[in-house]
Structure formats: C-alpha cells, structure tokens
C-alpha cells in the first residue's frame, strides 16, 4: 500500500485521479462480468450488497469530504461551517436537476415507476443511467480529493484519495452485477448484459479528471467542492440506494449490509488517510 500511494504522489493528480477511477470501474466491470457465471442472484445477498453501497457512500461522505473540507476552511465558529454548508447544499441540488431531467428506473423498481423525463428507452438503459447516477458524485469526489492535495490543502492526503477510491471500488462491484443480472434476465445475451454493467461505471473517470482539475484551477473552491460531492453522495443514498433496498423482504439484511459498509470505509479512510 505504501507503493501505491507514493506512486500517486509521484505523478500528475489528474493522471492519478484518472488511474484511481479506471480501478473502480474495473471493479464494477469485474462484478458484471459475474453474469458469464451466474443465471440470477439470490435476493437476500443482493439487497445486502445494496445496503453496503449505501454505508460506503455515506461514511465516504463524512469521514472523506466533510470532514476534512471543515477542517480546512478558514475562520472559527459558523464561519468555518459555512463552505461545507453551501457545498452540501448544492451538491445535493445537483442530484436533484439531475433525478428530475435524466430518464432512469432504481433497481428493484417496476418500469411504471421510471423517473426523470419521459423517454421511449427501454428498460435496460434506464437501469444503466440511474447507476450512472450514483457513480458521478463518487468520480467527483475521488478527483477533488487528488486535486486537494495537489493544491496543498492541509486535510487533503494522497492516502484518503487512495482509501476513498478502494471503497468506491468495494461497492462499486455489487453495482455492476446489480445491472447486468437484471439485464440478462430480460433476455439479453451475455455479452451485452456485460456491457451494459460496466458501462455504467465508464462515467468515474470522465468526473474525476474534471473534479481534479477543477480544484486545481480554483484552489478556492476545494472545501465547497468536497461538501458539494458529499451532499451528491447522500442525496444518492437517501433518494436511490435506500429505497431500492426496501421493496422486499430482506430489509434487515440491508441494514446490516449498511453498517458493514460504514464501518469498512471509516476503517480504510482512517487507516490510509
């Protein structure tokens, strides 16, 4: 691990950031790539698996981007909130033009029940965009994150990038079998249900690089964006991961794949950051 982070600190961030994102899109493209394996899942580990995603997004969210976005804002008493404040404000606005215009459909939701503007797509790409929804803030966040200590923000360490990124990556492999497998149960071959999981993920990197760059070219803005990437994450949580958990029987088990979650990623943001 030691190597690894000294590698990232020996190149350029936006390259890093770009490197950290292709790795958690690998790891969603290695969870769809179990639909050449399986023919469906069971219910109950799935909505666990959900519910671990949701735990990694949010303690993501505090102990990787809030946190140390308060820590680094300047004044004292609710001056220093107030970054993190507006941030998360607007990051969670984000999410919401973005649930409210882009057409998708939440996992375990019926097809009458498809969100966003009304669109003739099928099925199958509704699933694909509203994972794709969950994995921009998550490109976002991880490409602040390198930005940040690219700038020289004290809070920002190549370590938290790097335990960030493996969490995203974590989750982000129960993300890709989430879709394919619902994909190939349509009928759809094998092959293209593959396709279909991985790209779903093909959208961290593309927000990463612009996060990265962002930060480095308005140094400023790095506690607001961290926040900002914060409140797109728990809008996520609360408005897509959390209720797609909730739609059978398994709901305790969600809960405790929330928990497993939560405690995973504080453990690697503490541990590496």
Do not use: C
């Given at each position: 691990m030691e190597q690894i982070i000294t590698y990232f600190e020996s190149i350029n961030p936006i390259l890093a950031a770009f490197y950290a994102t292709l790795f958690t899109w690998a790891l969603t493209a290695l969870g769809a790539s179990l639909v050449f394996?399986?023919?469906?899942?069971?219910?109950?580990?799935?909505?666990?698996m959900l519910g671990f995603t949701g735990?990694?997004?949010?303690?993501?969210?505090?102990?990787?981007?809030?946190?140390?976005?308060?820590e680094m804002s300047p004044g004292e008493g609710f001056?220093?909130?107030?970054p993190a404040v507006v941030g998360f404000g607007l990051g969670a606005l984000f999410l919401f033009g973005l649930d409210k215009v882009l057409p998708h459909l939440h996992i375990n939701f019926k097809e009458s029940e498809k969100e966003?503007?009304?669109?003739?797509?099928?099925?199958?790409?509704?699933?694909?965009?509203?994972?794709?929804?969950?994995n921009i803030p998550e490109g976002l966040a991880v490409g602040i994150l390198f930005g940040g200590v690219a700038a020289g923000f004290d809070g920002a360490t190549?370590?938290?990038?790097?335990?960030?990124?493996?969490?995203?990556?974590?989750?982000?492999?129960?993300?890709?079998?989430?879709?394919?497998?619902?994909?190939?149960?349509?009928?759809?071959?094998?092959?293209?249900?593959?396709?279909?999981?991985?790209?779903?993920?093909?959208?961290?990197?593309?927000?990463?690089?612009?996060?990265?760059?962002?930060?480095?070219?308005?140094?400023?803005?790095?506690?607001?964006?961290?926040?900002?990437?914060?409140?797109?994450?728990?809008?996520?949580?609360?408005?897509?991961?959390?209720?797609?958990?909730?739609?059978?029987?398994?709901?305790?088990i969600a809960t405790l794949g929330f928990i497993g979650g939560f405690i995973v990623m504080m453990t690697l943001d503490v541990g590496l950051g």
């Open positions: 394996l399986f023919k469906g899942f069971n219910r109950a580990v799935f909505d666990g735990g990694v997004m949010v303690a993501a969210s505090f102990w990787s981007l809030l946190a140390p976005g308060i001056v220093k909130v107030i966003g503007v009304k669109t003739p797509w099928h099925k199958t790409t509704l699933l694909v965009l509203a994972i794709t929804l969950h190549i370590g938290g990038a790097v335990a960030l990124a493996i969490g995203i990556g974590i989750q982000n492999f129960p993300e890709g079998f989430a879709v394919s497998m619902p994909i190939r149960r349509q009928g759809a071959s094998k092959w293209k249900s593959f396709m279909y999981g991985q790209s779903s993920a093909l959208v961290e990197p593309i927000a990463a690089v612009i996060g990265a760059w962002a930060v480095m070219t308005f140094q400023p803005i790095l506690p607001y964006a961290l926040a900002f990437a914060a409140g797109a994450m728990i809008f996520v949580v609360v408005e897509e991961v959390i209720p797609e958990t909730q739609r059978d029987k398994y709901t305790d």
